[in-house]
């Protein structure tokens, strides 16, 4: 498994978003400028996270976005499935359940399957609140 920059970046943005958590709304020049993302890469991330219900937009002057839960309710697994689809560590797992021919028959696949479960049960227990609570203690953030 590997996490491509469409994920990585989707973070950035639910937590920019969440560590400025007022009511006004965030541009997305602004998110851009902070989090050196280009434009075009921007919007295409937001919509995604806008079609989900993960953020709110307001077009106009002072619009741009906001998040529209408060940061606990978020996980990171659910905002890196959401851009990455499958977080499965093989393909033979990718829609949830195994798609070989082999399975019956496959000696790792009960391995992989643990696997998956450990990285799920991971990702889906870590919330954006929690990266900020961790974040709180140093000077900058990298994801």
């Known amino acids: 498994m590997k996490i491509s920059t469409k994920g990585r970046y989707a973070l950035r943005v639910i937590i920019e978003l969440a560590q400025r958590n007022t009511d006004s ?67 033979c797992l990718a829609n949830g359940e195994s798609t070989c021919g082999r399975s019956e028959n496959c000696i790792v696949l009960p391995m992989w399957k643990q696997l998956d479960t450990l990285i799920d049960n991971y990702l889906e227990s870590v919330t954006i609140e929690d990266l900020i609570a961790r974040q709180d203690s140093r000077d900058n953030y990298c994801i």
């Not at 919007?43 to 606990?72: C, D, N, Q, T, W």
């Open 25 to 91: 709304y965030v541009s997305l020049k602004a998110i851009a400028e902070h989090q050196e993302i280009s434009m075009k890469y921007l919007e295409m991330i937001v919509s995604i996270l806008h079609a989900a219900g993960f953020v709110i937009s307001l077009r106009g002057k002072s619009g741009g976005y906001k998040l529209a839960k408060e940061p606990k309710e978020y996980t990171v697994g659910s905002i890196l499935k959401l851009t990455e689809g499958s977080l499965s560590p093989v393909s």
